[in-house]
């Protein structure tokens, strides 16, 4: 008998992804260069519609056609070579997925190609980690829409579901899957920085332990705060190893990693001039972070002078810093999708952005119960860019922007950086500024490179010759 779904690449994701497909009856295959992976799945689904198959050969003959391949492998040139290994022995029409989290470029890339060689793809993000994939992801599938047609069956019972509703939509053209999963990402690791900040604050302004901190998590997870990454902060805030009287929190090393995908939003936000402050302090505060050694030596060249008793402490404190931890929350959310309504435009991706924050509510790591008020935002105004001013969140930030001003000038008084928070803050401070300096700044460009303005008080474009004297003077190098 045939399989309904073949996967390549058996890692823990891999696995539990196929896992999840055959305990919703669908026939689950998966092949793997490492035979330990395979091993291991037939013997996790003994008792299923599993099977692991050595050759890819084999694994390609043993799928029902048109055939359904999703590739979970690591991003890169791992991809491309599943992909050339696969073509020979592909028939036309048969749906390949990249369900690793590859560059929108890349995904552009082999969707034109393997077009013409008459294979449909799809660049599908799938989020939720390794229990997510088991238990139900949140999946962002662009690309082919035939394919995306044939496969919805079989991802819409697979994905988490939020009242009934599967996490998972056609995203739309080309790269948009990819595109979406990377911001994402993105949006990921600005809500990681806040909260890592949050604790930050509450440890050394509010002299709190982590015990404390993980009941107040606990509790601010049962409010507005409600999301997963609030949910396992807590956890890890109060986790010992067996036998441990410490935290292990408390001995991990604070060196963050990153595989890329934070650092993509940036860089394609600063192209496409979408500003997204809070996720850019997140990729820089992750690679200030790898600068271990730096920081050990200035802070032994630089100390901060406490100030006297903070004037925040205990309830005051904590109310505050979950004001700031909303407002930060929103603001990242905000920048996110803002940047992917822009994105929609420039790269042509028809993007559903009520949709979007839809399939984030439930199986991914960023979801949040603010993803239902974020969904209603978008489904009620078609063409909203940036949610900031919407009635949805208008009277919150209103609220919450004293608080968070006065937690960053808390932390700032005791040297506790807070980069994602101030910028946060910064970004609201901006957008809500009629007038912002950057008058000077035209001005500026005009008096040295002729750069021209525009003005206030008449139409058109003007240029001015700001200093006479200078201008003859050839060779003077202020001038250039
Ligand atoms: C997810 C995660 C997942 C991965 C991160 C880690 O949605 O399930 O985002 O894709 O864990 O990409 O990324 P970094 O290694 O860059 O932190």
Redesign the pocket.
């Known amino acids: 008998q045939l399989y309904d779904f073949g996967m390549i690449g058996l890692g823990v994701m891999g696995r539990n992804f196929l896992l999840n497909v055959a305990d919703d009856g669908f026939g689950a295959l998966g092949t793997d260069i490492d035979q330990e992976s395979v091993d291991a799945l037939n013997e996790e689904g003994k008792e299923m519609r599993v099977k692991g198959v050595s050759t890819q050969k084999e694994f390609v003959s043993l799928l029902s056609r048109p055939r359904k391949i999703m590739m979970l492998v690591p991003a890169g040139k791992i991809v491309d070579s599943v992909i050339e290994g696969l073509l020979p022995i592909l028939d036309e029409g048969d749906i390949l997925i990249d369900g690793g989290?590859s560059h929108y470029d890349d995904t552009d890339r082999r969707y034109e190609y393997l077009k013409t060689k008459g294979i449909r793809f799809l660049g599908a993000?799938?989020?939720?980690?390794a229990k997510?994939a088991r238990l139900g992801?949140?999946i962002m599938p662009g690309g082919d829409r035939s394919a995306w047609e044939d496969v919805r069956p079989i991802l819409e019972t697979v994905a988490a579901k939020v009242n009934g509703d599967p996490c998972v939509t056609y995203i739309g053209e080309k790269s948009s899957g990819h595109y979406v999963?990377m911001v994402?990402?993105g949006i990921?690791?600005g809500l990681?920085q806040l909260l890592a900040e949050a604790y930050d604050i509450l440890k050394r302004v509010g002299g709190m332990d982590n015990d404390q901190m993980s009941e107040l998590f606990t509790r601010w997870n049962n409010g507005r705060l409600n999301s997963y990454l609030v949910e396992i902060t807590a956890a890890i805030l109060k986790f010992r190893e067996e036998g441990s009287e410490t935290h292990l929190l408390d001995v991990i090393l604070d060196k963050?990693?990153?595989?890329?995908?934070?650092k993509w939003t940036s860089q394609s936000a600063m192209d496409i001039g979408v500003p997204i402050p809070t996720i850019d302090s997140a990729v820089t505060m992750?690679a200030i972070s790898a600068f271990k050694e730096y920081r050990q030596d200035n802070s032994k060249l630089y100390t901060v002078v406490h100030p006297d008793e903070p004037l925040l402490k205990g309830e005051g404190l904590a109310e505050a810093v979950e004001k700031a931890l909303y407002f930060g929350f929103v603001c990242c959310y905000a920048q996110g999708m803002h940047l992917l309504a822009e994105a929609s435009e420039e790269m042509d991706y028809k993007l559903d952005l009520e949709g979007i924050a839809r399939i984030w509510r439930g199986g991914?790591?960023?979801r949040a119960e603010l993803l239902e008020t974020i969904r209603s935002a978008y489904g009620k105004r078609e063409g909203l860019k940036n949610m900031m001013a919407t009635i949805e969140f208008r009277e919150d930030l209103h609220d919450c922007r004293d608080a968070v001003a006065e937690i960053v000038h808390q932390a700032n008084e005791r040297g506790v950086p807070s980069m994602c928070l101030s910028s946060a803050l910064q970004y609201f401070e901006a957008f809500r500024s009629e007038r912002l300096p950057l008058n000077l700044v035209q001005a500026q460009r005009d008096y040295f490179g002729s750069h021209t303005y525009e003005r206030l008080d008449e139409k058109g474009t003007f240029h001015t010759t700001w200093d006479p004297k200078k201008i003859h003077k050839a060779g003077d190098e202020t001038d250039s």
């Open positions: 989290n993000g799938v989020s939720g980690g997510g992801p949140s999963k994402h990402n990921e690791y990681m963050a990693k990153q595989k890329g995908t934070g992750r991914c790591i960023i």
